[in-house]
């Protein structure tokens, strides 16, 4: 284990001790508690029918009209709750449909929490969408992720009839384009970073689960590695003609898989490799072709692929190595590696564990058995990530189900109930705590 998580396993461990006594004592509910729980149980299939109305408007990323109905349908809802919302226009060339904004402002001084969704699917229904059957149900995007949408308004719907809503700082940001970003991310993702720079933590509603939440995810960014030699007859090859294109690409490859594999946190897939005399290669569709005779020694070789990562620190040091590897040529050959950052690493946090215990232990009180945090190796990246440089957070609150990203999607429509009353109540919970109690301090404290 290195330096880095050695530290972080430490901070973790400490702050499960830290946590304030009121999170970790307080394991039944109180009046005003259950108040809130008997509201979600009685708006059940309300809430249901609702996650039907929303999952029967197809919004894949690229469904720029679907998009925005959803986030409209939303926006009306918590226009209703008192927030005040906007729908942010993305410029038309990063082809993307916008993202919703909601506002509510209450006690200040009180923590402020950004909770974050998004709106588009992955892929766009083939028939009938909304199939329900007992306790599941068949559409997409029902659990990835309007099923977390749904739990973050119904959940603020109960606490609204609770009549402590309204000393609540909460900014909520459903993303129309968390499934396909759209570039530059800069922009894409503006609005979401400037949301986090005015708040204290992040709650996101990914696909949830019964024991555990998300603490950690790994970042990813890709890698593109263009080897050169050269071109020359097969007969020339290893010696004065040097070795060509693809053997130099080979051994990058290679020494990759034999320097950096085990690491723990870390991955790096070679996704494709082309190469050949005449090498076309399109970045933006990863697609290429080639062509060549068998009695030529190869001039260009390309090889794609993408990088994981549980800090920036682990990212750099792996890039660093990764140039390393590449700037030993064989003989007359040349190589060059190229990264593009796509999204930053959630890293294990002591704020992250603190806020889990909350959520712990309201789970608990709600009779529904303990969360612990999920190994960062399970998840990939997603929108908390760009906010989790800047605040504390925690991910996979949202719906249960199976299937994300397919036609065949489900979600448990009977897990809605437990989802939002463990969201309710850990809103409930954080609000009476300060702001200032969760500013993050420096990595040197």
């Known amino acids: ?16 001790l830290a946590v304030p006594f009121a999170a970790r004592a307080q394991s039944t509910l109180t009046p005003a508690e259950q108040k809130i729980r008997e509201t979600i149980d009685r708006s059940r299939e309300d809430q249901i029918k609702y996650l ?23 926006r009306a809802s918590f226009d209703s709750l008192g927030f005040e919302t906007k729908w942010v226009v993305l410029p038309e060339a990063t082809q993307r449909a916008g993202h919703l904004v909601a506002e509510h402002k209450g006690k200040p001084g009180a923590v402020r929490i950004l909770m974050i ?26 659990n990835d992720m309007k099923g977390g949408d749904v739990i973050i308004l119904y959940a603020l719907k109960a606490l609204q009839a609770a009549g402590t809503l309204k000393d609540m700082n909460i900014t909520i940001v459903f993303t129309g384009d968390e499934e396909h970003p759209g570039d ?43 080897a050169t030699g050269r071109q020359a007859h097969s007969a020339g090859v290893f010696g004065s003609a040097g070795y ?21 946190y870390l ?17 933006i569709g990863i697609k290429g072709s080639a062509a060549t005779k068998l009695n030529i020694i190869p001039k260009s070789a390309i090889a794609h692929g993408d990088l994981r990562f549980i800090s920036e620190e682990q990212k750099e040091r792996t890039r660093a190595k990764m140039r390393e590897i590449v700037a030993k040529h064989l003989p007359g050959t040349d190589a060059k590696i190229t990264f593009l950052d796509e999204y930053p690493a959630m890293s294990p946090t002591a704020g992250n564990a603190r806020i889990l215990a ?22 990939g990246a997603g929108d908390i990530s760009f906010v989790a440089p800047l605040i504390d957070g925690i991910d996979g609150l949202g719906a249960l189900g199976t299937g994300a990203h397919a036609p065949e999607e489900r979600v448990n429509v009977n897990s809605l109930q437990m989802q939002t009353e463990r969201t309710a109540l850990l809103l409930e919970r954080l609000a009476h705590q300060t702001s200032a109690s969760f500013t993050r301090k420096p990595a040197s404290e």
């Open 1 to 16: 284990m290195n330096r880095l998580l050695r530290t972080t396993a430490l901070s973790l461990a400490s702050v499960l």
């Open 52 to 74: 039907e109305r929303v999952v029967n408007i197809p919004s894949s990323t690229l469904n720029l009209a679907g998009v925005r109905k959803v986030g409209a349908a939303f």
């Open 117 to 142: 969704g998004h709106v588009d699917t992955v892929v766009e229904p083939d028939g009938p969408n909304w199939v329900r059957t007992d306790s599941m149900a068949k559409g997409v995007g029902s």
């Open 184 to 226: 530059p991310i800069s922009v894409t993702r503006k609005d979401l970073i400037d949301a986090a720079k005015r708040n204290d933590i992040a709650l996101a509603y990914e696909g949830g689960n019964r024991f555990d939440a998300t603490t950690a995810r790994r970042g990813a960014s890709s890698w593109r590695v263009t």
């Open 244 to 264: 060509g294109a693809i053997y130099e690409l080979a051994r990058i490859v290679n020494e990759f898989r034999v320097q950096l594999v085990g690491e723990q």
């Open 267 to 283: 991955t790096f897939n070679a996704a494709m490799i082309v190469g050949g005399t005449d090498v076309e290669y399109d970045t």
């Open 358 to 379: 909350v959520y712990d232990t309201s789970s608990q009180a709600l009779g529904y058995g303990a969360v612990r945090a999920l190994d960062p190796g399970s998840r």
